[in-house]
C-alpha cells in the first residue's frame, strides 16, 4: 500500500508565503517523477510544477519566478515553496508520484489534497 501525505498549506495573505511538503510511504520499489497538481473550485486539475529524480524542474507559466519545487530522494519527499501568493492561486493543492510499488507495476498515485487560501 502506498500513502501519500500532504502538509503545510493553509490560509495567507496575498504576498505571502507557504511550503507544502508530501511524504510518500509504504511499499515502494522505485519513484520517478514527483509533482503538484492543483484545482480550483469549478475548474480542472493542472500542474503546477513537477521534478525528476535527477531534480528537472517544469513549472506553470503562472507560478514561474514564484514557486520552487524541490525534493529529497532518499527521503521520498517533494516540497512546494510557494512566495508572492496572489488570491488566484487558492485551491486545492494535490501531490502526485510516478512510481513502481513493485518492480512488474508502474503507475500515478495522488495525495488527499491540501487546501491553499490566499485571501485578505
Known amino acids: 500500500q502506498v500513502q501519500l501525505v500532504e502538509s503545510g498549506g493553509g490560509l495567507v495573505q496575498p504576498g505571502g508565503s507557504l511550503r507544502l511538503s508530501c511524504a510518500a510511504s509504504?511499499?515502494?520499489?522505485?519513484?520517478?517523477?514527483m509533482g503538484w497538481y492543483r484545482q480550483a473550485p469549478g475548474k480542472q486539475r493542472e500542474l503546477v510544477a513537477a521534478?525528476?529524480?535527477?531534480?528537472?524542474?517544469n513549472y506553470a507559466d503562472s507560478v514561474k519566478g514564484r514557486f520552487t519545487i524541490s525534493r529529497h530522494n532518499a527521503k521520498n519527499t517533494v516540497y512546494l515553496q510557494m512566495n508572492s501568493l496572489k488570491p488566484e492561486d487558492t485551491a486545492v493543492y494535490y501531490c502526485?508520484?510516478?512510481?513502481?510499488?513493485?518492480?512488474?507495476?508502474?503507475?500515478?498515485?495522488w495525495g488527499q489534497g491540501t487546501q491553499v487560501t490566499v485571501s485578505s
Open positions: 502526485n508520484a510516478d512510481l513502481n510499488p513493485r518492480p512488474e507495476y508502474r503507475g500515478d498515485y
Open positions: 509504504g511499499s515502494i520499489f522505485s519513484i520517478y517523477a
Open positions: 521534478i525528476t529524480t535527477g531534480g528537472r524542474t
